[in-house]
């Protein structure tokens, strides 16, 4: 064979080896307040499960700062925002992420995740699985501190005597970022800094928000059907609380986020790409089985 023809054929099992290359899917998850990255018990323990039942799937877990403590002390205290501005440096600086990935959130870090989609996006989520998480943000807190450390616990009901739409407490107090006062919803628009902005709940709608929303392939919302840490645990489908009251509940369907398609909500629900579940269960219970048969094997499996 003459030399340009071997070189010609070399080329191509090279290419025709790297096209039949099938590489899974990378899995980010963000864990919730009072949570890390990785502790064994919980991010670390999710983090093996998949690694598990995935073989060679890369798995990144959310670090916000750079050590453990700082992870734990920011889900309660750092500005949502900025914590956002990080991630969308650190996902676009890792190489493993460079094709897109899947995410799972953790409670809060359901909608931190939804928030990192609709502003940043790069590189993109595929499927985007929420586990508990506040879309509609919370009204109400439970009475139990969901830190062990009683220093955090004593900060968290300082901040709330100020006032959560305090624009200290805004900046300072994670659940008062995505707090939605039904009982006062003009102040809420006009002062809450995360939820009321990720959600295009202001009248001037971000299109960028929109945009990178629709483009989700599947978004997965979990609802915990004895959820008493989630008030009220709609929220966890993109219901809430009708504005003016504080017991009677819209379903995501009759919401004014919906209904008006302010983020693209409605637009992924009308093509299917919208799936909601609940177990029965409070906050976060699950089973290694259940998540494997109800989120890994259905939306992580699957290759770039
Ligand atoms: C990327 O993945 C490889 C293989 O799993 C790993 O060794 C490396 O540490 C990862 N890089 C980052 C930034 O996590
Ligand atoms: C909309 O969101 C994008 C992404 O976060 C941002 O760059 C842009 O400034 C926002 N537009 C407006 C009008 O706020
Ligand atoms: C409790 O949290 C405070 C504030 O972050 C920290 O200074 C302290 O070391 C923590 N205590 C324990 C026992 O972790
Ligand atoms: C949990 O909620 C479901 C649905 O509302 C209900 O059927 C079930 O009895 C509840 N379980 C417990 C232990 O309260």
Request: glycine share 6%; charged share 20%; aromatic share 12%.
């Amino acid at each position: 064979m003459d030399k340009s023809l071997i070189l010609l054929s070399i080329v191509l099992i090279f290419i025709s080896n790297i096209e039949s290359q099938e590489t899974i899917r990378p899995t980010v998850l963000w864990h919730g307040i009072g949570d890390t990255c990785c502790y064994p018990f919980s991010m670390g323990r999710m983090k093996k499960l998949i690694e598990a039942n995935l073989e060679g799937i890369y798995v990144y877990s959310v670090e916000v700062g750079d050590s453990i403590a700082a992870d734990e002390f920011n889900s309660y205290f750092m500005n949502v925002n900025d914590q956002i501005d990080q991630m969308c440096a650190k996902f676009k600086a890792n190489g493993n992420l460079t094709n897109g990935f899947n995410a799972v959130g953790f409670s809060q870090g359901s909608q931190f995740l939804r928030a990192y989609n609709e502003r940043c996006n790069d590189p993109p989520i595929y499927n985007l699985i929420t586990l508990g998480g506040q879309h509609q943000g919370v009204y109400g807190l439970p009475d139990t501190c969901l830190s062990m450390n009683g220093t955090i616990c004593q900060m968290v009901r300082d901040l709330l005597d100020l006032g959560v739409y305090e624009s200290f407490v805004q900046d300072h107090l994670v659940p008062a970022e995505y707090w939605q006062d039904s009982l006062n919803y003009d102040e809420y628009l006009e002062k809450s800094v995360f939820i009321a902005d990720i959600n295009n709940a202001r009248s001037q709608k971000n299109s960028t928000y929109y945009k990178n929303f629709i483009s989700l392939n599947k978004l997965v919302l979990v609802k915990f059907n004895n959820d008493t840490i989630v008030i009220p645990r709609e929220s966890e489908w993109f219901g809430f609380y009708t504005p003016g009251s504080d017991k009677d509940i819209q379903t995501m369907e009759e919401t004014d986020l919906y209904i008006e398609d302010w983020i693209g909500l409605r637009y992924l629900d009308e093509n299917g790409q919208v799936i909601k579940l609940s177990t029965d269960g409070n906050h976060l219970q699950f089973t290694d089985d259940w998540f494997v048969q109800n989120i890994l094997t259905p939306y992580l499996n699957n290759t770039i």
